[in-house]
Nanobody, 123 residues
Framework: QVQVVESGGGLVQAGGSLRLSCTAS????????MGWFRQAPGKEHEAVSC????????IFKASVKGRFTISRDNAKNTVYLEMNSLKAEDTAMYYC????????????????RGQGTQVTVSS
Protein backbone atom coordinates (compact mmCIF):
# COMPACT_ATOMS: atom_id res chain seq x y z
CA GLN A 1 0.00 0.00 0.00
CA VAL A 2 1.42 3.34 -1.07
CA GLN A 3 1.43 6.17 1.45
CA VAL A 4 2.45 9.77 0.85
CA VAL A 5 2.71 11.94 3.95
CA GLU A 6 3.54 15.63 4.12
CA SER A 7 4.80 17.55 7.13
CA GLY A 8 6.38 20.86 8.05
CA GLY A 9 3.58 23.30 7.44
CA GLY A 10 2.60 25.98 9.89
CA LEU A 11 2.04 29.65 10.56
CA VAL A 12 4.87 32.02 9.63
CA GLN A 13 5.25 35.74 9.21
CA ALA A 14 5.81 37.26 5.80
CA GLY A 15 9.49 37.09 4.92
CA GLY A 16 9.98 33.93 6.93
CA SER A 17 10.89 30.40 5.89
CA LEU A 18 9.52 26.89 6.12
CA ARG A 19 10.75 23.52 4.94
CA LEU A 20 8.14 21.01 3.90
CA SER A 21 8.91 17.31 3.87
CA CYS A 22 7.14 14.46 2.12
CA THR A 23 7.83 10.81 2.70
CA ALA A 24 6.52 8.14 0.37
CA SER A 25 6.36 4.44 1.19
CA UNK A 26 5.17 1.36 -0.62
CA UNK A 27 6.76 2.31 -3.90
CA UNK A 28 10.23 2.35 -5.44
CA UNK A 29 10.82 5.98 -4.57
CA UNK A 30 13.89 6.43 -6.77
CA UNK A 31 11.80 5.68 -9.88
CA UNK A 32 9.20 8.36 -9.22
CA UNK A 33 8.95 12.03 -9.93
CA MET A 34 7.78 13.92 -6.87
CA GLY A 35 5.70 17.03 -7.21
CA TRP A 36 4.58 19.77 -4.86
CA PHE A 37 1.19 21.35 -5.43
CA ARG A 38 -0.84 23.89 -3.53
CA GLN A 39 -4.47 24.76 -3.26
CA ALA A 40 -5.85 27.99 -1.86
CA PRO A 41 -9.49 28.14 -0.69
CA GLY A 42 -11.86 28.19 -3.64
CA LYS A 43 -9.13 27.53 -6.18
CA GLU A 44 -7.84 24.56 -8.13
CA HIS A 45 -4.67 22.65 -7.35
CA GLU A 46 -1.69 24.36 -8.93
CA ALA A 47 1.72 22.85 -9.59
CA VAL A 48 4.52 24.51 -7.67
CA SER A 49 7.59 22.41 -8.38
CA CYS A 50 8.66 18.90 -9.28
CA UNK A 51 11.79 16.78 -9.20
CA UNK A 52 12.16 13.88 -11.61
CA UNK A 53 13.63 10.48 -10.76
CA UNK A 54 16.85 11.69 -12.40
CA UNK A 55 17.12 14.56 -9.93
CA UNK A 56 16.29 17.18 -12.51
CA UNK A 57 13.82 19.73 -11.21
CA UNK A 58 11.41 22.30 -12.53
CA ILE A 59 9.59 25.25 -11.04
CA PHE A 60 6.09 25.47 -12.48
CA LYS A 61 4.91 28.50 -10.53
CA ALA A 62 6.77 31.58 -11.72
CA SER A 63 6.05 33.56 -8.57
CA VAL A 64 8.11 31.18 -6.42
CA LYS A 65 11.24 31.15 -8.57
CA GLY A 66 14.25 32.23 -6.55
CA ARG A 67 12.36 31.62 -3.29
CA PHE A 68 11.42 27.89 -3.32
CA THR A 69 13.81 24.99 -3.82
CA ILE A 70 12.89 21.34 -4.27
CA SER A 71 15.23 18.48 -3.42
CA ARG A 72 15.07 14.77 -2.73
CA ASP A 73 16.85 12.17 -0.63
CA ASN A 74 16.27 8.74 -2.13
CA ALA A 75 17.88 7.03 0.85
CA LYS A 76 15.12 8.48 3.04
CA ASN A 77 12.29 8.24 0.49
CA THR A 78 11.76 11.93 1.10
CA VAL A 79 11.30 15.05 -0.98
CA TYR A 80 11.64 18.56 0.43
CA LEU A 81 10.38 22.00 -0.46
CA GLU A 82 12.46 24.78 1.03
CA MET A 83 10.40 27.97 1.05
CA ASN A 84 12.04 31.31 1.74
CA SER A 85 10.86 34.93 1.67
CA LEU A 86 7.30 33.73 2.13
CA LYS A 87 4.46 36.00 1.10
CA ALA A 88 0.82 36.13 2.12
CA GLU A 89 -0.14 34.83 -1.34
CA ASP A 90 1.79 31.62 -0.63
CA THR A 91 -0.88 30.71 1.92
CA ALA A 92 -2.44 27.40 0.87
CA MET A 93 -2.67 23.72 1.57
CA TYR A 94 0.47 22.13 0.15
CA TYR A 95 0.33 18.65 -1.30
CA CYS A 96 2.95 16.16 -2.35
CA UNK A 97 2.34 13.67 -5.14
CA UNK A 98 4.20 10.89 -6.94
CA UNK A 99 4.27 10.07 -10.64
CA UNK A 100 6.26 7.54 -12.65
CA UNK A 101 9.65 8.84 -13.77
CA UNK A 102 9.10 12.34 -15.15
CA UNK A 103 7.40 15.50 -14.01
CA UNK A 104 4.12 16.88 -15.28
CA UNK A 105 2.03 19.87 -14.30
CA UNK A 106 -1.51 18.50 -14.09
CA UNK A 107 -2.58 17.32 -10.66
CA UNK A 108 -4.55 14.41 -12.10
CA UNK A 109 -1.46 12.90 -13.68
CA UNK A 110 -0.07 11.98 -10.28
CA UNK A 111 -1.32 8.62 -9.13
CA UNK A 112 -0.29 8.89 -5.49
CA ARG A 113 -1.09 11.97 -3.43
CA GLY A 114 -0.81 13.03 0.18
CA GLN A 115 -3.37 14.65 2.45
CA GLY A 116 -1.61 17.99 2.55
CA THR A 117 0.00 20.29 5.08
CA GLN A 118 -1.28 23.81 5.71
CA VAL A 119 0.98 26.81 5.19
CA THR A 120 -0.29 30.15 6.45
CA VAL A 121 1.72 33.32 5.94
CA SER A 122 0.66 36.33 7.96
CA SER A 123 1.31 39.78 6.55
Amino acid sequence: QVQVVESGGGLVQAGGSLRLSCTASGLTFSRYAMGWFRQAPGKEHEAVSCIAYTGGSIIFKASVKGRFTISRDNAKNTVYLEMNSLKAEDTAMYYCAARNNYCAAPWDQYGYRGQGTQVTVSS
